[in-house]
């Protein structure tokens, strides 16, 4: 069992930054790829990025590439989403989420969800 939880989140003016973290509880979090989507009202869930157990892997959204990365450090248990260039469309609620499988992009191959952090980005 994995708990996770989002931090981070707030309202900032286009063009700015913002970094999410996700803190995860257990003992096992290195055996977990972790992913983090995002929801806008309205829409569905949407993948962001993902990293691999051992960071030698990152997906992400061809809607964020080149503006967010995703990280993370296992010995603090904890996900990042360094998220830069911020847009209007990047408003939604931003969940991570812990899965078993090396990488996935599917929100189905995720086991554990955080509660999601509110983000939004103001014209």
């Known amino acids: 069992q994995v708990q996770l939880v989002e931090s981070g989140g707030g309202l900032v003016q286009a063009g700015g930054s913002l970094r999410l973290s996700c803190a995860a509880s257990?003992?096992?979090?290195?055996?977990?790829?972790m992913g983090w989507f995002r929801q806008a009202p309205g829409q569905e869930r949407g993948f962001v990025a993902a990293i691999s157990r051992r960071s030698d892997n990152r997906y992400y959204a061809d809607s964020v590439k080149g503006r967010f990365t995703i990280s993370r450090d296992n010995a603090k248990n904890t996900v990042y989403l360094q998220m830069n260039s911020l847009k209007p469309e990047d408003t939604a609620v931003y969940y991570c989420?812990?899965?078993?499988?090396?990488?996935?992009?599917?929100?189905?191959?995720?086991?554990?969800w955080g509660q999601g952090t509110q983000v939004t980005v103001s014209s």
């Open positions: 989420a812990a899965g078993t499988r090396v990488l996935a992009r599917a929100s189905s191959e995720y086991d554990y």
């Open positions: 257990g003992r096992t979090f290195s055996s977990y790829a």
